[in-house]
């Protein structure tokens, strides 16, 4: 039988405020275990959540980002359920009225097409504190800082047909906070956490089969292969004449597969209710116009544009928008060089290679946008040759100063005057009768090694379309 598989996925994203949604604590990450849990993370007796206001404009913005409707009315509820991380004995989240409602996030399919994946809500919440089992001999370690981290959980709709199909929703999402300044999108760190929800059906079956949910998977590789595991060993489930159980599973990947953590729970269970502490949250379409009004440029849009203004290809276009400063960046050193297509292969080949190698940030770049649109320019006013300015950018890479700096300190003009150039040709031409009769036979590609050795003598630095052009007029006298 042919299977079809459906993915729907929740994905916790953490909100980048520098205190915590319904307390003053600080979010910071990598502190001494439980030294930014207050008695609000808590849930001491006495104590009363306040609403961090900064949460709201950065969900305001998301829902926005993904064409969503705004729930101008949203309301907290207490979700109750007994661990150990989670010391008030339940997390307030927003179960009926949500504060983004619907929504749609566009994809790019590996043949080229696009594919809209709807987005059901998102809802803020907190997050709960950290079992820690390494180091404790057989016990475990309890860690609140993060407890009260603020969250925005973004259902999908379960549109996705694939385990890719769900990795680019993931990493459009991700793409989209990081660019809405809504999250720092540290995925290392647990800014991004995706439950995946899967079930397979019979292909052409609409109604959709029982599902299983692997929890907290905090990578993209990590949600691609627990997915495919989970496709698989449901086929065999199915295909054995079992039936697949509503589970919740993790996810191990040094097994590389999941395996149940409990089974699942219905909403009952959790007695959810409107938090009593906190009234609901009544929000104005002055507020959200006003959010609207300062959002940046959208991935999708700033793909359209860059292959428009810049006339780049689509891919070079999507590279360079993955993330909002690698475009400032290339947008800068292009205005300043004005040449975007030279930039745009600079950024792509030169800069990102070193930034690799280096596992650098684009923030963290040596060589600055405007010191790389100068070093451009060089090569544009053909002061200095493309493979020189290898050199340079290494030595800008080093701090050695700017491009005219180096350029001055280390005598790396080009030669582009006949008159040097032409004694240097001649002394080649004379030194090597072979090649020239070579050449005058009609063996064309023996202009390479005349060129080679020109600019050998010359260290690299005569100009090599000047170069050529000389050889050429030279060898048929
Ligand atoms: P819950 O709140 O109990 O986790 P929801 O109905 O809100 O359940 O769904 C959670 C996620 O599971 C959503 O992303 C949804 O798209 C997805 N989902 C629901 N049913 C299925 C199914 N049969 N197969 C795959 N995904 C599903
Ligand atoms: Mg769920």
Same mark, same amino acid.
């Given at each position: 039988?042919?299977?079809?598989?459906?993915?729907?996925?929740?994905?916790?994203?953490?909100?980048?405020?520098?205190?915590?949604?319904?307390?003053?604590?600080?979010?910071?990450?990598?502190?001494?275990?439980?030294?930014?849990?207050?008695?609000?993370?808590?849930?001491?007796?006495?104590?009363?959540?306040?609403?961090?206001a900064?949460?709201?404009?950065k969900?305001?913005?998301?829902?926005?980002?993904?064409?969503?409707?705004?729930?101008y009315?949203?309301?907290?509820?207490?979700?109750?359920?007994?661990?150990?991380?989670?010391?008030?004995?339940?997390?307030?989240?927003?179960?009926?009225?949500?504060?983004?409602?619907?929504?749609?996030?566009?994809?790019?399919?590996?043949?080229?097409?696009?594919?809209?994946?709807?987005?059901?809500?998102?809802?803020?919440?907190?997050?709960?504190?950290?079992?820690?089992?390494?180091?404790?001999?057989?016990?475990?370690?309890?860690?609140?800082?993060r407890?009260?981290?603020?969250?925005?959980?973004?259902?999908? !709709? /379960? +549109?996705?047909?694939?385990?890719?199909?769900?990795? *680019? #929703?993931?990493k459009? $999402?991700?793409?989209?906070?990081?660019? @809405?300044?809504?999250?720092?999108?540290?995925?290392?760190?647990?800014?991004?956490?995706?439950?995946?929800?899967?079930?397979?059906?019979?292909?052409?079956?609409?109604?959709?089969?029982?599902?299983?949910?692997?929890?907290?998977?905090?990578?993209?590789?990590?949600?691609?292969?627990?997915?495919?595991?989970?496709?698989?060993?449901?086929?065999?489930?199915?295909?054995?004449?079992?039936?697949?159980?509503?589970?919740?599973?993790?996810?191990?990947?040094?097994?590389?597969?999941?395996?149940?953590?409990?089974?699942?729970?219905?909403?009952?269970?959790?007695?959810?209710?409107? !938090? /009593? +502490?906190?009234?609901?949250?009544?929000?104005?379409? *002055? #507020?959200?116009?006003? $959010?609207?009004?300062?959002?940046?440029? @959208?991935?999708?849009?700033?793909?359209?544009?860059?292959?428009?203004?810049?006339?780049?290809?689509?891919?070079?276009?999507?590279?360079?928008?993955?993330?909002?400063?690698?475009?400032?960046?290339?947008?800068?050193?292009?205005?300043?060089?004005?040449?975007?297509?030279?930039?745009?292969?600079?950024?792509?080949?030169?800069?990102?290679?070193?930034?690799?190698?280096?596992?650098?940030?684009?923030?963290?770049?040596?060589?600055?946008?405007?010191?790389?649109?100068?070093?451009?320019?060089?090569?544009?006013?053909?002061?200095?040759?493309?493979?020189i300015a290898?050199?340079?950018?290494?030595?800008?890479?080093?701090?050695?100063?700017?491009?005219?700096e180096?350029?001055?300190?280390?005598?790396?003009q080009?030669?582009?005057?006949?008159?040097?150039?032409?004694?240097?040709v001649?002394?080649?031409?004379?030194?090597?009768?072979?090649?020239?009769?070579?050449?005058?036979?009609?063996?064309?590609?023996?202009?390479?090694?005349?060129?080679?050795?020109?600019?050998?003598?010359?260290?690299?630095?005569?100009?090599?379309?000047?170069?050529?052009?000389?050889?050429?007029?030279?060898?048929?006298?």
């Amino acid at each position: 039988m042919e299977w079809e598989a459906v993915i729907g996925l929740e994905i916790h994203v953490q909100l980048d405020t520098r205190s915590k949604i319904f307390s003053g604590a600080s979010t910071k990450f990598g502190a001494e275990p439980n030294s930014q849990a207050c008695p609000v993370d808590l849930g001491l007796p006495g104590v009363l959540p306040v609403v961090n206001a900064e949460v709201f404009k950065k969900a305001v913005a998301f829902g926005l980002g993904i064409g969503a409707e705004i729930g101008y009315r949203s309301v907290f509820d207490r979700k109750n359920y007994f661990y150990p991380d989670l010391p008030k004995g339940y997390q307030i989240t927003q179960l009926q009225f949500p504060i983004v409602l619907g929504g749609q996030v566009e994809i790019a399919l590996p043949d080229g097409t696009a594919k809209t994946i709807g987005v059901t809500r998102a809802h803020l919440e907190e997050d709960a504190g950290k079992s820690v089992h390494e180091d404790f001999h057989g016990m475990s370690g309890i860690d609140l800082n993060r407890a009260g981290t603020p969250l925005l959980e973004v259902v999908s !709709e /379960p +549109d996705m047909r694939s385990a890719e199909e769900a990795v *680019a #929703y993931a990493k459009y $999402i991700h793409q989209l906070v990081c660019y @809405l300044d809504v999250s720092d999108g540290e995925m290392s760190q647990g800014s991004m956490r995706c439950d995946a929800n899967v079930s397979i059906r019979p292909k052409g079956q609409t109604t959709l089969g029982t599902r299983t949910e692997t929890k907290n998977v905090n990578s993209f590789r990590f949600l691609q292969r627990a997915i495919n595991f989970e496709i698989a060993r449901q086929i065999d489930v199915l295909e054995a004449g079992d039936s697949v159980l509503q589970d919740t599973l993790l996810y191990d990947p040094a097994l590389d597969q999941t395996r149940p953590m409990r089974s699942k729970e219905t909403a009952t269970d959790y007695r959810y209710f409107p !938090e /009593p +502490d906190l009234l609901p949250v009544v929000i104005d379409a *002055a #507020y959200v116009e006003s $959010i609207r009004s300062q959002l940046p440029e @959208l991935p999708h849009a700033k793909v359209s544009r860059f292959t428009a203004q810049y006339g780049l290809s689509k891919v070079d276009a999507t590279i360079l928008a993955a993330e909002r400063p690698l475009a400032d960046y290339f947008e800068q050193a292009a205005e300043i060089c004005g040449d975007a297509t030279l930039t745009a292969n600079w950024v792509r080949v030169e800069l990102t290679g070193q930034l690799n190698r280096e596992n650098l940030a684009i923030t963290e770049s040596a060589v600055s946008a405007v010191q790389l649109g100068q070093l451009l320019l060089r090569i544009k006013d053909e002061t200095i040759s493309g493979k020189i300015a290898k050199d340079v950018f290494d030595a800008i890479w080093q701090g050695q100063g700017s491009a005219d700096e180096i350029i001055a300190a280390k005598g790396l003009q080009q030669i582009t005057n006949t008159v040097a150039i032409g004694p240097i040709v001649d002394e080649i031409i004379a030194n090597n009768p072979k090649q020239v009769e070579q050449f005058r036979a009609g063996r064309e590609k023996v202009l390479g090694f005349f060129i080679g050795q020109v600019m050998q003598a010359t260290e690299g630095k005569a100009n090599p379309k000047q170069v050529n052009e000389i050889v050429r007029e030279k060898l048929k006298q």
